[in-house]
């Protein structure tokens, strides 16, 4: 079982910069992936970044060059650098895991409880 954790979130001005973290833990038998996904109420969730279980890292095209996905040498908490934040970046924020094989556009086993973000212009 794995759990993981959000925190980071807030409210910031358009073309500021929030830094998100995804603390996991659990049992860990095997190579994975995590990633960040975004959910405004009532539209699709949106897979902005994931990286990869051997450091592979792709970015959803509406973050690229703004958001940074990072890992700690331990591997059990994961980053989510936001810079040039716009207003269509609000959004309730997630982390998830799953097990190889795994990346962008696979299904996710796991998911935290999200953390908020605001932008306002």
């Known amino acids: 079982q794995v759990q993981l954790v959000e925190s980071g979130g807030g409210s910031v001005q358009s073309g500021g910069s929030l830094r998100l973290s995804c603390t996991a833990s659990?049992?860990?038998?095997?190579?994975?992936?995590m990633a960040w996904f975004r959910q405004v109420p009532g539209e699709e969730r949106e897979e902005i970044a994931v990286?990869?279980?051997?450091?592979?890292?792709v970015y959803a095209d509406s973050v690229k060059g703004r958001f940074t996905i990072s890992q700690n040498n331990n591997k059990n908490t994961l980053y989510l650098q936001m810079n040039s934040l716009r207003p269509e970046d609000t959004a309730m924020y997630y982390c998830?895991?799953?097990?190889?094989?795994?990346?962008?556009?696979?299904?996710?086993?796991?998911r935290g409880q999200g953390t908020q973000v605001t932008v306002s212009s």
């Open positions: 990286l990869g279980a051997f450091g592979s890292i």
């Open positions: 659990g049992y860990f038998n095997s190579e994975y992936c």
């Open positions: 998830a895991l799953d097990f190889a094989p795994c990346g962008f556009g696979f299904s996710w086993e796991y």
